[in-house]
């Protein structure tokens, strides 16, 4: 029986069908339903458009968005046929490092990983101001750059020891900025060698240009005098 | 270096610079990556050319460089007795570069024994310090009850609870009390 709170309407059209469904052999579907199954056309007016064939096999495939290999893709290997990496690090084979690779030169001549602080004692004084004056121009550059490795050598090692150490730290703090106290030392005294010796030449080079006997033009090569006294000039009389 | 460079070489000479580079450790790289920390100033172009000249190390086509902010922080007091010295500031960042290398590279192994280095002595004598620092600090009460009293307090209620211990006053020990409440 229909429920009683349903529309007069609808009830008696549930009534009917139900009915109909029952006393009736063949069973029709009532007239107004019939329009359901006979009509073909779509309700829309407007043209709908067959999808175009998309001849793009990449899209929506993405190496940054990790999507992986698509459906369509075609790719030169089979994705079963891929080497598979090797997950576990005791398992890998070793890497072979050639011994003259320049990463080389930020470690210690032992080539440990961290020099203790008996290592970075063994060492000797920088150089004074003295002893760099006698050096010549490529030889101090030469010792600048020995510097600047070493410099960048103590660095390296400073960051991995207060890595290893951890929360409470580990000895050699003290050697290393011993060590890098002369390193540095080094490096002003070429620093002041040169800036001396560049203001002894500039010096010299005001003084001649005003200085009646000095020639600063003479092509020495060619013999022509740089200097000649006053004595020894012919066009003065 | 002797070696002809693999990239064009600037035409300005420089002398004497003064900097330093530090090596970082890459152990979640591969091999043939290596990662420096520069100056902020420093540009990939003066890193490949950095790296040609003082360390003969031919690189592949890209470096990557990456900027860290740091955070913000208050400055180290030196005297005690000028806290305005502990100014809240943003230290300098820092500029790392990643390089790939032509031939790889590994570190070579973390030292076996830190006797050298006396980290296990350092351990114990900064634990201690810092123990000794809790109990006469403001959190000392909180401090009171040592962790191995703790330990055996919970081991004794634990029997208790389970009815392997009976309650008496006093833990069965013959007290010297008022004797008010005793019968």
Redesign the interface.
Known sequence: MPPHKMHCTSASLLKTTLLSSSTRASALPPSFLLPAFTQTSPFSSTPSHNARKDHNRNRGVSALRHTGIGKNQRLSVRVSALPQPVVDPARRSAVKVDPDHGLWAFFPKERTRLSTPEELNMRGRGWTIQELRAKDWDDLHKLWWTCVKERNRIATGEVERKRLGGRFGMYGEFEAGERLKEVKGTMSGVRFVLTERWYAWENARVQGMEDEEVDLYADVEKGERAYVPREEREDVS | MAAQAHFKVGMKEI????F??????TPSQP?TS?SF?VPLWFSKLDLRDY?HH????PIGPHIRSYVQQSRIRQGQTKDPARPQSKRWHRPRSTKRMTVE?A?????????ED?K????EE??LS??EQEEMQERAGMTADAMAVPEERRVKLREQARALLEGKQKWRPGGGRIVEGLGMYQR
């Open positions: 002398y004497l610079p003064n330093t580079l530090v090596l970082k450790r091999p290596a920390l790296l003082v360390y003969a190390l290398l031939r790889p590279f590994v570190w070579p192994p973390e030292p830190y050298p280095w006396n980290r350092n351990r900064r634990e």
